[in-house]
Every structure is written in structure tokens, then in C-alpha cells.
């Protein structure tokens, strides 16, 4: 039989779980990375001194491997004393990761500021933080949510490498039923179709919040 009905509904459970894995590692990878970028490009603006540091490290991370990065943290940083359970490596990698790309992406976001803005700022002599809280950011972060939102659902995809460190995400658990029960057909195709409902799902609600700050804006 190339596909059984009934394996199906009983490995479905078992993918259920793992899913729900996969799901945390993308949910905590972005919130890093999201975060840590913003970080990054503010420090860059607001502390010009650390642009060209700052700079190096993004284009280090963004040009080594994902799955390097993966290994070091959870093979290397021991030998530092820094010890970490297979899942919270892998979360910082992938959000570390990503959070080189989404640091280019708020750039650009603040670079499509008007100068104009940035001057009277400081002609009335607000403080960094004051300009990039109230006036810079929440008119550069509708623009770049779609961009944001593609590097979400690039994050979730990679969440398979997790499997690299013994992670019992969505693509390991359905490998370990394969090489258990020899029928590959149904836990890949099952994994596949799950990863293409949640990106798609992913991308339909990321539209959904461009809408509802374009209309904030827009007001």
C-alpha cells in the first residue's frame, strides 16, 4: 500500500506533539530575534562608534551556516562553562541567527525615516531613547512587518535543524517513525503538509497586522 489510512491517524497524535515543539522553538527564536535586531539597529544609529562592530558581526552571522552556529553553541560554549539542554541552544542559534537579518531590516526601516524628523528632534533636544520610542519606530515598523514576517516563516522552516542536536521537532519524530515502522510515505508527506498550512497561516495573519497598522497609521 503506498498510503495507509489507518498508520496515519495513529502516528498523528505522535506528529501532533512534535509539531507543538516545533512551534515553540519558532515562537522563541523570533521573539529573539526580533528583539535582539531592534537592539542592534538602534545601537548602530543611536551610538555611531559601533556601526562598524556591529556591522562585522551581522555580516559574520548572516554568512556562516545556521547549523554551524547550532553546533558551537551547544557543543562549544560548554567548554566555557556555558552548558545548555539541546532545545535552548538550538532556540538561541536560530534566533541569534535571525536576528542578524531582521537588524538589516529595521535599518532600512529607519533609514526611510524623513531627516526632517531626526532634526527637529534634536532642535527639541529630546533624548535618543525618546526619539526612537516615540516618533522614529512607530513609523518605521509598519513598513517592514512584511519583511519581518518572511523571516518568520524562514525561521519556522528551519526548525528542522534542530534535529542535528537530538531535538525531537516536527522532521525528527517523523524520521524516527520511518526508520521504526519502515514507511516514510505517510509521517514526510504528513510533516510537509503541516509546514505548508502553518506558513501559510503565518503569512495570512502577518497580512492581516500590515492591514490593521496601515489603518493605524493611517488615522
Not at 93 to 118: L, P
Amino acid at each position: 500500500m503506498i498510503w495507509d489510512w489507518s498508520f496515519t491517524f495513529q502516528i498523528l497524535p505522535v506528529l501532533a506533539h512534535a509539531a507543538v515543539i516545533s512551534i515553540e522553538a519558532t515562537l522563541l527564536g523570533f521573539v529573539i530575534a526580533a528583539t535582539l535586531g531592534l537592539v542592534l539597529a538602534v545601537i548602530r544609529i543611536a551610538v555611531p562608534w559601533t556601526a562598524w562592530t556591529i556591522s562585522v558581526l551581522v555580516e559574520l552571522i548572516r554568512s556562516t551556516p545556521l547549523l554551524i552556529q547550532i553546533f558551537f553553541i551547544y557543543f562549544v560554549f560548554p567548554k566555557f562553562g556555558l552548558v545548555l539542554d539541546a532545545f535552548t541552544a538550538g532556540v538561541i542559534a536560530i534566533g541569534i541567527h535571525y536576528a542578524a537579518y531582521c537588524s538589516e531590516v529595521y535599518r532600512a526601516g529607519f533609514d526611510n525615516i524623513h531627516r526632517g524628523q531626526w532634526e527637529a528632534s534634536i532642535a527639541l533636544n529630546l533624548s535618543s531613547w525618546t526619539t526612537f520610542r516615540d516618533i522614529i519606530i512607530p513609523q518605521a515598523i509598519p513598513p517592514i512587518v512584511p519583511a519581518l514576517g518572511n523571516y518568520l516563516v524562514a525561521l519556522f522552516k528551519e526548525t528542522p535543524l534542530l534535529s542535528a542536536i537530538a531535538v525531537l521537532e516536527l522532521m525528527q519524530t517523523a524520521k524516527i517513525i520511518g526508520s521504526e515502522t519502515f514507511r516514510y510515505t505517510e509521517p514526510i508527506t504528513l510533516v510537509g503538509l503541516f509546514f505548508l498550512a502553518m506558513s501559510l497561516v503565518s503569512a495570512a495573519l502577518i497580512r492581516a497586522l500590515e492591514r490593521f497598522l496601515n489603518r493605524r497609521t493611517a488615522r
